[in-house]
């Protein structure tokens, strides 16, 4: 049987939201190396906050839309 991608799209979602966790440790990690408390005006954590709405909350959306399409799937 051949698969298609409308089955395997919960894989795809997986690979996504992981690349989205990659993705947020290597900008966290260069803010970290970039930030100078005696230049900069806002504090670390607000780039850590600024970064988790980009990278964090997106790969939450997309890890729980692929358990909610595999669960779905499986029923069929």
Known sequence: ??????????KILYV????????FTIRFGVDIFRYDSYNSSAPL????LV???EFIVP??????VALI?????KKD
Request: proline letters at 0%.
């Open 1 to 10: 049987m051949k698969r298609t991608i409308k089955e395997n799209i919960y």
């Open 16 to 23: 996504v939201s992981i690349l989205l966790v990659v993705g």
């Open 45 to 48: 954590y607000a780039y850590a």
């Open 51 to 53: 970064r988790t709405v």
């Open 59 to 64: 790969s939450i959306i997309c890890f729980v």
């Open 69 to 73: 399409v595999r669960k779905r799937h």
